[in-house]
């Protein structure tokens, strides 16, 4: 598939991280106390997305066809940013955050609007309303949406958006494009026009796009746009149905795959939150949002308890960003998908096929709880499973219970995994942060890639990227490993020591190893890998 569809672009590094979202950013005091709270509190954290605020204080839904004059298409608000590049800039460089921004398909500005009609820029029609099927009484937007498979209007409206590029937004959130089938392909090829003009640096025009949009057509993650799954309700109906709804947009061609943790349209509570917030650590792009109305989905906003458990999972999300990431290099070059369904896994387990709540991250079994009453429902297929950062292990085929405590994640390993995992971070700026740590699940051989890359440009795909090969030898009880490419390629984000971690199911204790250099290549004996027998 994707082989007719192209490869689907490795995003930036910080996208591998967590993106709070939410409509009603108030003002430039409410976005800097938010982004103070996530620092102060320890919550990790490496984007915002704005919604019409940041460009707009009224929205533009009750417009008619000839708009406003009034109406700003293109520029920013003066109450969230009455100095976006000065802002943006200190957002960065102080709280190593990215800004991205909404954006809609349409103009709401009369001259714009009268220079596309006569231009013969606009679709016929409107805009379906957000619901599927959609209610075509509830059209919206009639007769202002860009039609955007007109080079023209692409070259147009990537002029407009340089300027926005220039002052620090570093990507787009595209928002109700449901008004052609090819909209969201062609609005995309406009951005990445624009992001390829941009001179606000001499590395701008080599940066990898990133883009989250609210539907796709196949080929779009070529281009380096994710998608995210729509508006859902905050409730544990919708919850269960995300699991499934990521892996067919996977199976779909869309691999980069987000949703409004914790439910878009109404308030939350803070158990739903923090279960959702554990399946995003699973999901390939991590971002909660909510509406003007709800309470929006800041950890500490929830109690002590649930805040606790949003944090260790938010920790667990940037642990596992050299896994990640790497995996998604590996979807880029061999173009196998990195989230997978069971069935695609165990085709022959007729339990395992019929599963849509469980999911394959790589080598982990993901089964993660989604009832209110905090119940588990897991099934192994055959082979050896590992606990997550234990030595206890389960034979497959296995069904299994109980109830789970609300910071608890069922996560299981496959014996023979070689799982690299980061120092708990607070954002991708801060890698390497210490040792990489190589966690190795004994019971069978294993190996992995570890990819590293500057994070920002597009030069990985001209091969400018460093490779370790990590192989594991359970019979000889050996690991090792050697690096192609040049460590200047990650730059200071390189890691440079490693500390191994071996579980076993014969002892009660794993063997932790005291850090030691990568270098271009090493090894470690099976003298310092024998594991301690249980008696």
């Given at each position: 598939?994707f082989a007719?569809?192209?490869?689907?672009?490795?995003?930036p590094?910080?996208a591998?991280?967590?993106?709070a979202?939410?409509?009603?950013?108030k003002d430039?005091?409410?976005?800097?106390a938010t982004?103070?709270?996530?620092?102060d509190?320890?919550f990790?954290?490496?984007a915002?997305v704005?919604d019409?605020?940041?460009y707009t204080n009224r929205?533009d839904?009750?417009f008619?066809?000839h708009g406003?004059?009034?109406?700003?298409?293109?520029?920013?608000?003066r109450?969230?940013?009455p100095?976006p590049k000065?802002?943006?800039?200190?957002?960065?460089?102080?709280?190593h955050?990215?800004?991205?921004?909404?954006r809609?398909?349409?103009?709401?500005?009369t001259?714009?609007?009268?220079?596309?009609?006569?231009?013969?820029?606009?679709?016929?029609?409107?805009?379906?309303?957000g619901?599927?099927p959609s209610?075509?009484?509830r059209v919206y937007?009639?007769g202002?949406?860009l039609?955007?498979s007109?080079?023209?209007?692409?070259d147009?409206?990537?002029r407009?958006?340089?300027h926005?590029?220039?002052?620090g937004?570093?990507?787009?959130?595209?928002d109700?494009?449901?008004?052609?089938?090819?909209?969201?392909f062609?609005w995309?090829?406009?951005?990445?026009?624009?992001?390829?003009?941009?001179?606000?640096?001499?590395?701008?025009?080599?940066?990898r796009?990133?883009?989250?949009?609210?539907?796709?057509?196949p080929?779009?993650?070529?281009?380096?746009?994710a998608?995210?799954?729509?508006?859902?309700?905050?409730s544990?109906?919708d919850?269960?149905?995300?699991?499934?709804?990521?892996?067919n947009?996977?199976?779909?061609?869309?691999?980069?795959?987000?949703c409004d943790?914790?439910?878009f349209?109404?308030?939350?509570?803070?158990e739903?939150?923090?279960?959702?917030m554990q399946?995003?650590?699973f999901m390939?792009?991590?971002?909660?949002h909510s509406?003007l109305?709800?309470?929006?989905?800041?950890?500490?906003?929830f109690?002590?308890?649930a805040?606790?458990?949003?944090?260790?999972a938010?920790?667990l999300?940037?642990?596992?960003?050299?896994?990640h990431?790497?995996?998604?290099?590996?979807?880029?070059?061999?173009?196998h998908?990195w989230?997978?369904p069971?069935?695609?896994v165990?085709?022959?387990?007729p339990?395992?096929?019929?599963?849509?709540?469980?999911?394959?991250?790589?080598?982990?079994m993901?089964a993660?709880?989604?009832?209110?009453?905090?119940?588990?429902e897991?099934?192994?297929?055959?082979?050896?499973?590992?606990?997550?950062?234990?030595?206890?292990?389960?034979?497959g085929?296995?069904?299994l219970?109980?109830?789970?405590?609300?910071d608890?994640i069922?996560?299981f390993?496959?014996?023979?995994?070689v799982?690299p995992?980061a120092?708990?971070?607070?954002?991708?700026?801060?890698l390497?942060g210490?040792?990489?740590?190589?966690q190795i699940y004994s019971?069978a051989?294993?190996?992995f890639?570890?990819?590293?890359?500057d994070?920002e440009?597009?030069?990985?795909?001209?091969?400018?990227?460093r490779t370790?090969?990590?192989?594991?030898y359970?019979?000889?009880?050996?690991?090792?490993w050697?690096?192609r490419?040049?460590v200047a390629?990650?730059?200071?984000?390189?890691?440079?020591?490693?500390?191994?971690?071996?579980?076993?199911?014969?002892?009660?204790?794993?063997?932790?190893?005291e850090?030691r250099?990568?270098?271009?290549?090493?090894?470690?004996?099976?003298?310092e890998?024998?594991?301690v027998l249980?008696?």
């Open positions: 598939y007719l569809t192209g490869a689907p672009r490795v995003p590094r910080w591998f991280g967590f993106i979202s939410r409509w009603g950013w430039q005091n409410y976005i800097e982004l103070e709270n996530f620092r509190r320890r990790p954290l490496d915002i704005m019409f605020e940041w929205t839904y009750g008619l066809p406003e004059t009034w109406y700003q298409d293109f520029g920013t608000q109450a969230t940013l100095n000065q802002q943006l800039k200190s957002y960065r460089q102080k709280f955050v990215r800004m991205g921004g909404i809609k398909p349409r103009l709401g500005n001259d714009f609007l009268s220079r596309a009609r006569w231009n013969g820029w606009l679709l016929p029609g409107g805009a379906p309303d619901q599927f209610d075509m009484d937007a009639w202002r949406n039609d955007f007109n080079t023209e209007v692409r147009w409206y990537a407009q958006l340089r926005l590029l220039n002052v937004i570093s990507f787009w959130w595209n109700e494009g449901e008004t052609d089938y090819f909209t969201y062609y995309n090829t406009a951005q990445v026009q624009a992001l390829r003009a941009t001179i606000s640096s001499p590395t701008a025009p080599h940066r796009f990133f883009s989250l949009n609210r539907a796709f057509t080929g779009l993650a070529r281009l380096g746009g998608v995210w799954t729509g508006d859902i309700d905050p544990w109906e919850l269960r149905r995300t699991p499934g709804l990521m892996l947009y996977a199976l779909a061609g869309a691999p980069y795959v987000a943790i914790g439910g349209s109404g308030e939350t509570q803070g739903l939150l923090t279960r959702w399946v995003g650590v390939p792009i991590m971002r909660v509406w109305w709800a309470q929006p989905h800041w950890p500490w906003l109690g002590e308890t805040s606790t458990a949003m944090r260790e938010l920790e999300r940037y642990r596992l960003i050299p896994y990431y790497s995996l998604a290099h590996g979807m880029f070059d061999r173009k998908l989230m997978r069971l069935a695609m165990f085709p022959d387990d339990v395992a096929v019929s599963i849509t709540m469980q999911w394959m991250d790589g080598s982990l993901v993660p709880v989604l009832r209110e009453d905090s119940h588990r897991v099934y192994l297929p055959a082979g050896k499973w590992y606990h997550f950062n234990s030595t206890s292990a389960v034979d085929e296995v069904h219970g109980g109830h789970a405590e609300e608890e069922p996560l390993v496959r014996a023979g995994t799982l995992l120092p708990v971070v607070q954002s991708t700026d801060e390497p210490g040792p990489l740590e190589i019971g051989d294993g190996s890639d570890l990819v590293e890359d994070g440009s597009v030069n990985y795909e001209v091969g400018l990227m370790t090969n990590f192989v594991w359970d019979s000889a009880r050996t690991l090792s050697r690096a490419g040049s390629e990650p730059g200071r984000h390189a890691f440079t020591q490693v500390r191994v971690t071996v579980f076993d199911s014969k002892t009660h204790h794993p063997i932790i190893l850090a250099d990568l270098l271009d290549g090493g090894s470690i004996p099976p003298s890998l024998q594991p249980q008696v």
